[in-house]
């Protein structure tokens, strides 16, 4: 029996975040893959890690909102740390995209690097490296992915604005 290394990656919380957008109990595998950018394998392999460490039912297909929230909101940021770095052109991230901006003014902009990107602004690296593509595909997504960046690299107002977006989002109330 092969031992698997069960230790969640950052292209795990795109994958769930991707689900939650959808809201179809219904997805698949290979669509998923196509539309985040991602090989069928590591989608697999994924969902395997995801269902191990409780953030997937057991089914694989169902997302465990109320689990995945509280490690957005106490874990993310200390298992994926992120810190801004150059001034490079991209996507909007944080508290730069919505639905953060229209509650936050600032005058420092985030930013996933991203050449065909419109917005010039601080560098965040996203979870992986196809978020740019596929937030700019899906909308829904943009704004999970970007209130997820306000929990990585937020300060206490911006983390607790992002948590109230993603409790409803997660239609989980508050």
């Known amino acids: 029996m092969k031992t698997q290394n069960q230790h969640l990656k950052a292209q795990d919380v795109v994958i769930l975040l991707k689900i939650v957008s959808d809201n179809n109990p219904a997805w698949n595998q290979k669509k998923l893959a196509g539309e985040l950018g991602l090989s069928q394998s590591e989608v697999s392999e994924a969902v395997s890690r995801c269902k191990y460490s409780g ?10 909102k109320h689990a995945l929230l509280e490690f957005l909101k106490f874990g993310l940021r200390y298992v994926f740390p992120q810190k801004p770095g150059a001034f490079v052109r991209g996507v909007p991230t944080s508290h730069s995209a919505s639905p953060l901006k229209e509650e936050i003014q600032s005058n420092e902009v985030y930013v996933w690097p991203y050449g065909k990107g419109t917005v010039r602004g601080f560098s965040i690296l ?28 937020g300060r206490a107002r911006e983390r607790e604005i992002a948590i109230f977006e993603l409790n409803k989002r997660f239609e989980l109330g508050k």
């Open 55 to 64: 953030l997937l039912a057991t089914d694989g297909k169902s997302v465990m």
């Open 126 to 153: 996203p979870l992986y490296s196809s978020v740019p593509e596929a937030a700019l595909r899906d909308t829904k997504l943009h704004e999970l992915l970007a209130l997820t960046d306000a929990l990585r690299v």
